[in-house]
Each structure stands twice: as structure tokens, then as C-alpha cells.
């Protein structure tokens, strides 16, 4: 008995999908959850830190805003008894983000656990703990978390979904170009329709489960608070719910679109007459037209929520997202639609193939341009690019955006050799005859068939038949080695980006490198900073009378978190110079955080102090100090200074 033919269609491509799909789930469950793009910068107390008496209250430091709610920091004592209200307080000032959480009073001697978990501006839950002792350090019944938030099973599912939701985005979007930009025709083809058609239900199967599995994923962790409805409605409140369901409205209105591209318009495929092929071409327009403005609705709710709506350059970062987002969805798309239409529809025309290779080409080059800005954006440094794991794996997705193009380049070669389909009548009714229907070889008439009183005998020899017809029109179908090496191309490319948005994936949940660089102080660690006070002199000059002397600031323990400042000013003999105003300010120029003002208070002739001074982060600070003699005489100096 012939072999029978494989049949690749779309089936076989949401196969392939769900295939990596576990494979991605497989690792995000067996790892704990990428960082995100927010990251604890420092705290008062400090992590380990041992004070005297107890704190009013706990502040905890963020490189950028974060999303809090009541008892998203919790102060637990050595006996696991909770030590703060439970309100959470925004203390933000200027660029340093700070939020506190105030302590209960008479609180006994010992080490105290701090936990808090809250949402990045980027959608990703954050979490962590860290412990501080009054009086003495103690023994604690109190745990740390083993889990971070948006680990395990939970964690495992939105990741899945998340994998799914841009599988579903590309096969929709993608398909729908090359039927409008490459080969009308397809649209009346059923392969076609369902790549499409399946594409448009795994994206909203995949943002319903994204939206269920929101307030776990960033919550409690528990894979049954995915139908609380309380939960659900916190959801809709944040920028990641809005934006998941205005993805979904769009499906909606994407669904009206679909309808009408494989219903009012595939029966257009051969126009009669000038008024018929004129009526084509303004629908054709028309689904264009609406088709980009539902693609890029929907695309933008991902800019909108990720790591294009936070960082450096939103408003630059956000569109150029969208636009990367559309190109790789018409470049990988099309490029599943041509497979399935090279393995599942007879007689694709050449110019099709030729015009999508040119859409592909357009398609290449601006992911290439929107993908360099983004790296850019998100790693900042070569040494970022090689020493983080966001710039590790980018360099992943670079070397397999870089196999997919050497792929493409044999894919542009066999389309420029593809000959005409000039088969036969025998091969065309070959070609069109339906699964399990006998063809005609050289017989001007087919052999009569005795069908067999026996049901099972009937049944073995009708499979047969059809796999004699399925072997006859591989046959014929791979007679052309043209075409024959341009599937076996395209299919090597569909493998391999199938992998690159895996990649992908992880990537978008992935910290930043430029954020991953930040928090460790952009190379500058902790032991280059002093561990005695800072005391630093600067000479002024107001330019009036009395004018010249010398700053001294001395700030204590020169170290991240609360300090305490003390200036004095001396005349050029070193006795205490007075002064009318004076102002203190800190900025940490290399990551453009300040300046942060501090006011201080006099306390004696050239003598000022001010307590709780914040400095969010170690590195190298500059000192700004402002000086007014009289009501016009006044002066600015500048010293860096090193901040552990």
C-alpha cells in the first residue's frame, strides 16, 4: 500500500505552538520568576541594620513606581505577630520613590521581619523580605518567603498564556496580511481560513485566562483565587485589566472583520465584470484600512501595560513597540500562512509567493530598526548586554532573528526559480480531487468498483483508495522541486520562529538590563564607598561683602537610606560665618536621580543640621550647596562625593 502524504495544515502549526508551549511551561514552572522592571533600592532601617529603639515607621525605596495597596508591607515580630497598621503611605518626593508603612508603639526588643509584595508600572509582581533587629538580634519563628511573587503553578499558567497570547496574535494578524497583501484568492481557501480563525480564538482564550489568572499571579499565589470576583475586580482597576480588556473588545470587533473577510469577500474571488472588480477593490481597501487599526489596537495593549510604558522615553518607546509588534505579526504570520498554503492548497501562484518575499523583506527590516531602539532602551551598555540576563537572552533572540534570515534568504532563492504551475488536466483534477476520491491515471474511463457485502472489508478498501488518490497527488504536488525546496525552506523557518518566540516570551518578562545595571550602581559596589562619614570642604565666593569662606558638610553614616547632615560655614580665618539662607541638595548625575533637596535647620551661629536626609541609592553623589549672604549676593558649589 502507498504511503500517505503528510498533511500539514493548520492544525499541524497550533500543534507545533502548544508543543513549545509546554515545553515554556515546563521551565517557567521548574524556575523562579524573572525580576521585573521595579527594584527595591533601599530601606530604613537598612537590611540587617540593628538600632537602638524601635522606628515609627518602616520606609522602603523604589527605582520607579510601583503599585501598593493596604498590608503590601507587613512588619512581623520574632513571635510572627503583625508590628504596623496595615496602611501603607506614599512618601514620594521629586524622583525618589518612597513608601512607608507606620509601627505600633512599645514594641519589644528583637528581630523583626519585613515583607512586602506589590506590581511594577511594567505589570510584573514584585516581592521580597529583609529583617532588622531593635536592641539586639534575636531568634524568629517567622519564615521568608521561599516563593517570589508570580512563581509556581500560577505563575507556570500566566506564562503559558501569556506564550499562547502571542501565538494567537501573530497567527491572526499575520494570516489576514498575507490573504489582503499576497494572495486575495486565499481568502475563499479553508486551510487559510482556519489558520486565521484559530488564530483569533487563541488569543482570546489566552487574554480570558490572563485576566482570570491576574489577581493570583500577583497575589496570593493560589490557583482557586483565579475565580474570586473581588480579586477580579481589583484587576479591572490596574492599567494591565484595563488593558486586557480592551484587547478583548477589539477581538470583538476583530471577530466582525474576520466574518466578512472569509464570508461577503472570499465569494468576490473572480469578478465578473468592471463593477464587480471595482466593488472588490474598496472592500478590499475597506478590510485593509480597518483590519491596521484593529491590529494596532490590539498590539497596543501590550505597549500600553509592558515594558515599552515605563523606563526611559515612553512616549517614543510605546509606538515604536506597536510597530515592532505588527511587523514580526506580518513577517511570522505570513510566513505560517504560506506554509500551510504551500503544503494544503494546489496551485499557489508564483506572484504570491514573490509578493509576500517582498512584504517579508519590509517586514525584516523594521523589526531590525525597532528591535535595535528597544535594546538600546532596555540594556543601555555593552556590558549590560553580557552581564545581565535580560541582555543574555537578547543576544538569544539576535542570533535566532539572524538563523530565521539566512533561512529566508535559501526561502527568496527557490522563489525566484519557482516555475509556473503549468500542470496538466490530469494533474489539476489530481491536485483538486478531494481526500478518499479516485482520479483518473491513463484510462479514458475509471475501473468499475465491486463493493464488497462485508462492512469491514468495504471500510479497508476504501482507506485504500484513498490513500492510492493522497499518494498520487504527493506525487504530482512534489514534481516540481522548485517548489519542492521552497517548503522544505519555509518549514525549516516556521521551527525556528516558533523558538524565537519563546525566547521572545521570557524576554518581556525579563528585568531590563539598564534596571539590572542600575541596582547594582552601574559597577560602582558597595565596598568602593567609605565606611566612616562623609566630610567634605568647599570654598564660595558670594562676590560681596563678606563673601568668601568655606562650606564643610559632614553627612552620617554616608550610606543609602536616612542620614543625618550637618553643614557649617567658616570665614577665610575660620571663624563661624552666618549667612542668611543656605541650601543643600544631592544628584547622582549617572542615574539622573535628583537633585534631592535638603533643607536644614540652624542651629547655631554657621552652624546648620537636618535628620531623616535620603539618599535612595549608594554611588557617587554630587553635593550642592547654596549659599546667600545678602539679598542679592548668592552662590552654587558643586563636589561629588561617594555614597555607600
Not at 488518490?469 to 525549516?492: I, N, Y
Amino acid at each position: 500500500m502507498p504511503a500517505t502524504a503528510p498533511r500539514f495544515g493548520a492544525a499541524a502549526v497550533i500543534r507545533l505552538l502548544l508543543i513549545t508551549t509546554a515545553l515554556l511551561g515546563t521551565l517557567l514552572a521548574g524556575a523562579a520568576p524573572a525580576s521585573a522592571h521595579a527594584a527595591l533600592t533601599g530601606s530604613d532601617p537598612k537590611d540587617g541594620a540593628v538600632v537602638a529603639t524601635a522606628p515609627r515607621h518602616i520606609t522602603l525605596t523604589f527605582s520607579e513606581k510601583i503599585a501598593l495597596g493596604d498590608d503590601s508591607i507587613r512588619v512581623l515580630q520574632p513571635s510572627g505577630k503583625r508590628s504596623d497598621t496595615g496602611q501603607v503611605r506614599d512618601m514620594s518626593s521629586g524622583s525618589v520613590v518612597q513608601y512607608g508603612v507606620r509601627l505600633h508603639t512599645g514594641l519589644p526588643d528583637g528581630t523583626y521581619t519585613v515583607a512586602w509584595q506589590a506590581v511594577s508600572a511594567d505589570s510584573h509582581p514584585i516581592s521580597g523580605a529583609f529583617t532588622f533587629s531593635i536592641g539586639a538580634p534575636s531568634k524568629t519563628t517567622v519564615a521568608l518567603p521561599e516563593q517570589p511573587a508570580g512563581g509556581g503553578l500560577v505563575g507556570a499558567l500566566y506564562g503559558i498564556a501569556r506564550y499562547t497570547a502571542y501565538a494567537g496574535f501573530i497567527l491572526l494578524v499575520g494570516g489576514a496580511a498575507f490573504i489582503l497583501a499576497c494572495w486575495q484568492r486565499g481568502a475563499a481557501e479553508r486551510p487559510l481560513q482556519r489558520l486565521v480563525v484559530q488564530g483569533w480564538i487563541t488569543l482570546t482564550a489566552s487574554t480570558l485566562a490572563m485576566l482570570l489568572l491576574r489577581a493570583p499571579y500577583t497575589g496570593s499565589g493560589k490557583l482557586a483565587d483565579a475565580f474570586d470576583l473581588s480579586g477580579l475586580k481589583a484587576v479591572l482597576e490596574t492599567k494591565t485589566g484595563a488593558s486586557l480588556v480592551s484587547r478583548l473588545l477589539l477581538l470583538g470587533a476583530a471577530a466582525l472583520f474576520v466574518a466578512v473577510l472569509f464570508g461577503a469577500y472570499a465569494k468576490k474571488d473572480t469578478p465578473l465584470d468592471e463593477k464587480e472588480a471595482s466593488e472588490k477593490k474598496d472592500l478590499t481597501f475597506g478590510l485593509a484600512l480597518g483590519g491596521a487599526v484593529l491590529a494596532a489596537g490590539i498590539a497596543a495593549t501590550w505597549a500600553l501595560s509592558e515594558h515599552a510604558s515605563t523606563g526611559l522615553q515612553p512616549g517614543i518607546a510605546m509606538p515604536v513597540d506597536v510597530l515592532h509588534l505588527l511587523a514580526a505579526a506580518t513577517w511570522l504570520g505570513g510566513l505560517a500562512a504560506l506554509l500551510i498554503a504551500l503544503y494544503r492548497v494546489p496551485g499557489i501562484e508564483r506572484t504570491a509567493v514573490r509578493k509576500f518575499s517582498r512584504v517579508a523583506f519590509a517586514s525584516v527590516a523594521v523589526v531590525a530598526a525597532t528591535g535595535t531602539y528597544q535594546s538600546w532602551r532596555q540594556v543601555g551598555s555593552w556590558s549590560a548586554l553580557t552581564g545581565t540576563a535580560y541582555g543574555q537572552l537578547l543576544l538569544v533572540k539576535i542570533g535566532l532573528v539572524a538563523v530565521l534570515v539566512g533561512i529566508a534568504w535559501f526561502s527568496r532563492r527557490w522563489t525566484g526559480r519557482l516555475a509556473e504551475n503549468t500542470a496538466p488536466e490530469e494533474q489539476e483534477r489530481a491536485e483538486t480531487a478531494a481526500p478518499g476520491e479516485e482520479t483518473q491515471d491513463t484510462a479514458e474511463e475509471p475501473e468499475p468498483v465491486t463493493v464488497p457485502e462485508d462492512p469491514a472489508r468495504a471500510a479497508q478498501l476504501a482507506r485504500q483508495r484513498a490513500a492510492v488518490a493522497t499518494a498520487r497527488v504527493k506525487r504530482v504536488r512534489d514534481a516540481d522541486p522548485q517548489r519542492l525546496g521552497l517548503r522544505r525552506s519555509v518549514l525549516a523557518e516556521a521551527a525556528v520562529a516558533v523558538v524565537l518566540l519563546a525566547v521572545t516570551t521570557v524576554l518581556t518578562s525579563t528585568e531590563p538590563g539598564r534596571t539590572e545595571m542600575k541596582e547594582a550602581g552601574s559597577g560602582e559596589t558597595a565596598t568602593a564607598a567609605p565606611t566612616d562619614p562623609v566630610d567634605v570642604r568647599i570654598p564660595f565666593d558670594t562676590g560681596g561683602e563678606d563673601g568668601k569662606g568655606t562650606a564643610r558638610v559632614e553627612l552620617d553614616p554616608a550610606r543609602s537610606g536616612s542620614n543625618t547632615l550637618h553643614l557649617w560655614l567658616e570665614r577665610p580665618n575660620g571663624r563661624a560665618m552666618d549667612a542668611p539662607e543656605v541650601k543643600v541638595a544631592f544628584t547622582n548625575n549617572a542615574k539622573e536621580i535628583g537633585p534631592l533637596p535638603a533643607t536644614p535647620d540652624r542651629i547655631a551661629t554657621g552652624h546648620w543640621s537636618a535628620n531623616g536626609v535620603q539618599i535612595p541609592m549608594p554611588g557617587t553623589w554630587e553635593v550642592e550647596v547654596t549659599v546667600r549672604t545678602s539679598d542679592i549676593d548668592q552662590v552654587t558649589v558643586k563636589k561629588n562625593v561617594k555614597i555607600g
